[in-house]
């Protein structure tokens, strides 16, 4: 498991940019993650948090209310199992990409 005290953000590039090596999901997310990030540092704490709420939300289909309730049950736990469920998170997402990007390439193979 990667080291809990490296910057979150650094370890999401690194990870996704493993994927993409390693021929697992598309190079366009890796590019799509840079860019996204490069555009989210513009905005202010409130401004990029409030964006990245109605993202989550619409991405796993909860209201924001709800949402923002599960999100505040996560800042009970110290820093390292924060951090520790948030790269949890984002390895069940990238299987996700992973499994959309091999349906994409491997299964019209077939014909």
Do not use: C, K
Not at 16 to 21: F, I, L, N, R, T
Not at 25 to 37: F, M
Not at 77 to 91: G, H, K, Q, S
Request: no cysteine; aromatic share 6%.
């Amino acid at each position: 498991m990667a080291d809990p005290t490296e910057p979150f953000e650094t370890w999401l590039l690194y990870r996704v940019a493993d994927a993409v090596e390693g021929g697992e999901v598309s190079a366009d997310l890796l590019a799509d993650l840079h860019r996204e990030i490069a555009a989210t540092r513009g905005r202010s704490p409130d401004e990029r948090h409030a964006a990245a709420l109605m993202e989550l939300a619409e991405r796993v289909n909860l209201p924001v209310d709800r949402l923002t309730e599960l999100l505040a049950t996560l800042e009970a736990p110290p820093t390292v199992t924060r951090e520790r469920i948030l790269r949890r998170f984002v390895e069940a997402w990238l299987m996700h990409q992973r499994e959309a990007y091999e349906a994409d390439h491997h299964g019209g193979d077939d014909g």
